[in-house]
């Protein structure tokens, strides 16, 4: 019985070890490095104004939602409004004064392309 004690407390330190370990070893996640997107005017971003091609500016970031338009939870012309313009606000409002979610923030990463640049 002692033995199988032994052999148990082995086993769970060793797995304690292991989880340790692996998330000692996992390296960070690399940080973004802005300065190398693209670089877009909000001239050119203007050209993006339709369910076509649909760039947005949030948040000094440039952004094509044209692929995701059609999973937006409203009808697309709520999000057509938007497309070619600054439209941080709009993120943050959602046009009702309620903040999108941390989820939906989070599901912008994908479709970025680019950072704003103010000269035109
Ligand atoms: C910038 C213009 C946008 C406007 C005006 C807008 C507007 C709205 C509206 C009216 C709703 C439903 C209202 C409600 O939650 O009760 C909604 C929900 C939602 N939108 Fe948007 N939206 C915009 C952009 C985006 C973007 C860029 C994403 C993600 C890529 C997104 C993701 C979502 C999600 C996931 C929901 C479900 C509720 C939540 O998680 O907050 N939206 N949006």
């Not at 190398?36 to 993006?48: F, G, N």
């Not at 999973?71 to 057509?80: A, F, K, Q, Y």
């Not at 943050?92 to 999108?100: A, E, L």
């Amino acid at each position: 019985m002692k033995k199988i004690t032994f052999a148990a407390f082995v086993a769970f330190w060793a797995s304690v070890m292991t989880v340790a370990a692996m998330s000692w070893l996992s390296p960070e996640p690399a940080m973004r490095d802005d300065s190398a997107l693209p670089e877009y005017t909000l001239k050119e971003v203007a050209e993006h104004d339709s369910l076509d091609s649909c760039w947005k500016v949030i948040e000094g970031k440039v952004y094509d939602f044209t692929e995701y338009i059609p999973d937006h939870p409203t009808p697309p012309r709520i999000m057509e409004a938007w497309c070619g313009r600054e439209a941080t606000e709009a993120m943050r409002t959602k046009g009702i004064g309620r903040d999108h979610s941390p989820a939906a923030w989070a599901m912008m990463e994908p479709y970025l392309i680019g950072r704003l640049i103010e000269k035109d």
